[in-house]
């Protein structure tokens, strides 16, 4: 194993990037964003103008997320935005199952 | 080599058309997407349905792949034939976006990989950045809220001495920050798939996923506590101790509290940025034996207490 540790970034809600930072690490362009953005897939956290945007580092992991789903199923945007936002509360509604489950089994339990 | 049966993969028959095949595709990739599915192996199962559609939809790749059929699933390790050479080869997939990096070395044997693509990429001066990496990084709520340093094993796309790219088995040690939550992802820059031609390499981004903690439950920054109390703590109020992610913390019951109440510690929550807070949810729990005396009591409460817990009920 490599020596070196290499520090993470945190992709959060504090961290900022604006409409350039996003279109670099996500190779896409300006014009793709302000479609997404159009489409409800993205919400800038502040700024009126596409230059006064500014994003959070879970916007740019949603956008990799919304890639990869047209790319892989063939979903085109307003697809996308239904999926990403479906797929939130699927996933919001199987943590609350699974936690009543566990205070279910936590009663149940002698 | 294992052999891989591409019609078994998308269980579609040998003689299945283009659109069956198309569609087996869909419904198969739409259940087992990394993004859609929770199943641990769903990354593995989605590269192997992409695998066998991108050989599968194509004419030429497909009648290649169906004569290797019938040699290799005579029995035994799969190797190619002796001299043989794929015609079809690949050239990036189509609506699958697919990437032979990504495909097994069953494919790579078959037909052959980017690593000729790399090369000549080079020669003519093209540069590009490298694909970004996915990774699910599992952590104990212990090691998400006091942050850890994580060793990983990944399988990455990496150019060998001769540029072919090969795929290789890479530990790497992550120091995870304080304060993760569960679905968030973090980045290590420049860790993810080469870059071609001299272009930089993509990132590499784990997504967290925290363990069901015995006593702690996570939701957002915030934590939440169930903290069992007696009936006599609850009616009289008392000064109890409560586990925290940092050790023991002193909290006051207020007399008269209730069943399911919650309190808050504020700032015992997940730290970062906005640093969340521990919610105690009170749990009044009766003593598990009851003596001569205790009963006593209880019947002396019973006479002294006029209490119908049922009355909204009609009852």
New interface residues.
């Given amino acids: 194993?490599?020596?070196?540790?290499?520090?993470?970034?945190?992709?959060?809600e504090?961290m900022r990037l604006t409409l350039r930072d996003l279109c670099f690490?996500c190779?896409i362009s300006a014009e793709y964003v302000i479609e997404l953005v159009e489409f409800g897939i993205l919400r800038p956290r502040r700024g009126r103008a596409p230059s006064e945007w500014v994003f959070a580092?879970?916007d740019l992991?949603r956008i990799?997320?919304a890639e990869?789903?047209r790319?892989?199923?063939?979903v085109n945007l307003p697809g996308v935005a239904l999926?990403l936002d479906l797929?939130e509360e699927v996933?919001e509604l199987?943590?609350a199952v699974?936690?009543l489950r566990?205070e279910q089994a936590q009663r149940e339990s002698p | 080599m294992e052999f891989k049966d591409y019609y078994d993969i998308l269980g579609v028959n040998e003689d299945a058309s283009k659109s069956e095949i198309k569609s087996a595709y869909r419904r198969l990739a739409r259940k087992y997407h990394p993004d859609v599915s929770d199943d641990e192996d769903a990354e593995d199962r989605f590269k192997e349905v992409s695998e066998a559609y991108e050989v599968l939809k194509d004419d030429e790749k497909r009648a290649e792949y169906d004569q290797l059929r019938r040699y290799g699933s005579s029995g035994g390790g799969f190797e190619p034939p002796p001299g043989w050479e794929s015609s079809a080869g690949f050239s990036g997939g189509g609506f699958t976006g697919a990437d032979s990096r990504d495909f097994s070395d069953f494919f790579e044997s078959v037909f052959g990989g980017m690593g000729g693509g790399f090369r000549q990429q080079r020669g003519q001066g093209f540069a590009m950045r490298g694909e970004d990496m996915h990774h699910p990084l599992s952590l104990f709520l212990e090691e998400a809220y006091h942050g850890c340093e994580k060793a990983i094993t990944l399988t990455k796309p990496e150019p060998g001495p001769d540029g072919q790219i090969q795929r290789r088995q890479r530990n790497l040690k992550v120091k995870v920050p304080a304060g993760v939550r569960d679905g968030q992802n973090i980045r290590l820059k420049g860790q993810g798939g080469p870059g071609m031609g001299g272009g930089p390499a993509g990132d590499l981004y784990l997504e967290v996923r925290i363990a069901p903690h015995p006593h702690f439950r996570l939701e957002g920054s915030d934590l939440y506590l169930t903290l069992p109390v007696t009936p006599w703590e609850a009616a009289l109020g008392a000064s109890v101790q409560v586990p925290t992610m940092d050790g023991r913390a002193s909290m006051k019951i207020q007399p008269g509290a209730r069943e399911g109440q919650k309190m808050r510690l504020r700032g015992k929550g997940m730290p970062g940025k906005q640093r969340g807070d521990l919610y105690v949810v009170l749990q009044i729990t009766m003593p598990p034996k009851q003596t001569e005396k205790s009963r006593e009591l209880f019947r002396a409460l019973a006479d002294e207490v006029p209490f119908n817990p049922r009355e909204h009920l009609g009852v």
Wanted: overall charge positive; hydrophobic content about 25%; aromatic content about 2%.
């Fill in positions: 194993m490599g020596k070196e540790t290499h520090s993470a970034e945190m992709m959060d504090f690490d190779h580092g879970s992991v990799k997320k990869r789903l790319r892989d199923l063939d999926s797929l996933r199987r943590r699974e936690q566990r």
